[in-house]
Nanobody
Framework: QVQLVESGGGLVQAGGSLRLSCVAS????????MGWFRQAPGKEREFVAA?????????FYAESVKGRFTISRDNAKNTVYLQMNSLKPEDTAVYSC?????????????????WGQGTQVTVSS
């Protein structure tokens, strides 16, 4: 069983920054894909970014966040981060961390096996 716990959400003004954290526990994460998704009210969950953990590190971003968000990891802490800069009101959503038991990066929510509870990010204009 895998547990994912997010933190770091909050309220920030447009143009500001936040860093989300996702602590993973329950098993070794030697060959996983870790992803961040978000869901705004009334909208479907959408892919934000993913990091391939093993078999050669790789990252992938949604076009809407490319150049503003950065996904990274800390192996010693089993933690994945999402650094969000130049935030916009349209970035407001519940952000969730997810894990996929494969090194093939996917952008669809149904491809991920484990999910955290989510953390709210609100960007005011």
């Amino acid at each position: 069983q895998v547990q994912l716990v997010e933190s770091g959400g909050g309220l920030v003004q447009a143009g500001g920054s936040l860093r989300l954290s996702c602590v993973a526990s329950g098993r070794a994460f030697s060959s996983y894909t870790m992803g961040w998704f978000r869901q705004a009210p009334g909208k479907e969950r959408e892919f934000v970014a993913a990091f391939r953990w093993g078999s050669g590190d790789a990252t992938f971003y949604a076009e809407s966040v490319k150049g503003r968000f950065t996904i990274s990891r800390d192996n010693a802490k089993n933690t994945v981060y999402l650094q969000m800069n130049s935030l916009k009101p349209e970035d407001t959503a519940v952000y969730s961390c997810a894990a996929r038991t494969s090194v093939v990066i996917k952008t669809t929510p149904e491809s991920y096996n484990y999910w955290g509870q989510g953390t709210q990010v609100t960007v005011s204009s």
